[in-house]
């Protein structure tokens, strides 16, 4: 057993990470539980940057107490791609991911891709939005995620 370590992020570094890049790049770190280590000096944070690594809610899906690592569960020749990490108080942590380059994608997750019930009713939360998006049966789907982007959620059975 051992723990994923990818090196340092990069965040917002110029000109190899964009924003989009960067919030990826900080949302696998935090999908892999990998150790958080910023190639920054803290203290003087713009704005965009403080808001890919200061989020509280993505934070702790990387500080989950199993420190399980998340997996790629599906990944279509479009580019989309679905990751999934379970969390210790029976959440699941999934992302919706557009690998591609210069196409938006659609993406989608069923409950029974993460091992629940199909008809389970779902609280669905976007982690870096910040918002609850409402609770859905069978699964959930994002129609346009532009290329590289994420969507991180938090799912709940409720």
């Known amino acids: 057993y051992a723990w994923m370590d990818p090196d340092f992020l990069e965040t917002l570094f110029y000109p190899t990470l964009s924003f989009v890049d960067s919030r ?5 770190w935090s999908l892999w539980s ?16 403080k808001s890919i690594v200061t989020n509280a809610e993505v934070i702790a899906i990387d500080q989950d107490p199993l420190g399980y690592a998340g997996d ?3 990944n279509y020749s479009s580019g989309a791609q679905v990751w999934a990490k379970r969390l210790a108080n029976g959440d699941q942590a999934v992302v919706l991911y557009n690998s591609h380059n210069f196409n938006t994608v659609s993406v989608n997750v069923s ?8 008809t389970a009713s779902v609280a669905v939360r976007d982690l870096w939005a910040q918002k609850d998006l409402g609770v859905y049966t069978q699964g959930y789907s994002n129609a346009a995620i ?13």
């Open 24 to 28: 990826t790049e900080f949302t696998f």
């Open 34 to 49: 990998a150790p958080l280590i910023v190639a920054t000096d803290m203290r003087n944070l713009s704005a965009e940057k």
């Open 72 to 74: 790629r569960l599906a």
């Open 111 to 118: 409950w029974a891709t993460i091992g629940w019930e199909p």
């Open 146 to 158: 532009k290329p590289h982007d994420v969507q991180l959620l938090r799912l709940h059975l409720s």
